[in-house]
Each structure stands twice: as C-alpha cells, then as structure tokens.
C-alpha cells in the first residue's frame, strides 16, 4: 500500500512506535497530536490512511475522521483506542456507516498493525 499515513494520538511513544513501524516497512508518515494539527497537515498531504486515537485533547476521533473525510473522501481512517472496545456502540455506528475500516486496541501489537494495512492493500489493490 503506497502513499503516507496519517498518525494522529496525544501519545507522544504512541506516535514514535507507529512511526518507526511504518518506516520500518518503507512506509512514510506524518503525525500530529491534535485534531487541529491532523486538519493543518490535511493541507499540504494527501494520505492513504490515518490511524486515530479516540480521545484527543481538542476533539473526539470519530468526530474528527467525520471532518477529515469532508476534505479527503478517499481517506480511510483505523481507529486505535485504549479508551473504547470494538464492541463499543460508538465504534459499531463508525464501522456501520462506512467511516472506519477497523478498529485496534492499545496496547496493540506490531502484527495488528501491518496485518490492516495488508488487508487494506489486498482489498485495493494498492491504490
């Protein structure tokens, strides 16, 4: 799957630990900690995919996919949360309507990770 990923968590070893996974796989990121950076970066990249915390310090991550995909209809957002299960009914809603393509737990495994963005990729054919 080419193209940058969009990391979006308040968690600044969070963010570290997505990034140099993705470097790792040749993979190119920008991260922001805040709602409000995520949507300043969204003016200058074009991202293939974003992964975002649910709470953020300025805005909810589903509310902020909901505006990220305003500006980018193509954008596909993984929703990684200690806060929320992937039973939770607000993550079932998101699933439901098309806005997020999965949904990961903190603390998540390296595998978790690479195994959406592959699925991702086969599903697309890369994009």
Request: charge should be negative; charged fraction near 25%.
């Amino acid at each position: 799957m080419s193209g940058e990923y969009l990391i979006v968590d308040d968690e600044p070893d969070l963010c570290w630990a997505l990034e140099n996974l993705l470097t790792s796989k040749g993979l190119a990121s920008q991260k922001a900690q805040t709602a409000q950076d995520a949507l300043d970066l969204m003016k200058t990249h074009r991202f293939q995919l974003a992964f975002l915390d649910v709470t953020l310090p300025d805005m909810n991550g589903l509310d902020l996919a909901r505006r990220l995909r305003k500006l980018d209809p193509s954008l596909r957002f993984v929703i990684v949360s200690g806060y929320l299960s992937k039973e939770a009914a607000a993550v079932a809603q998101a699933q439901a309507e098309g806005l997020i393509c999965a949904f990961i737990n903190k603390p998540f495994l390296h595998e978790e990770i690479l195994s959406v963005i592959e699925d991702l990729a086969a599903g697309d054919g890369g994009r």
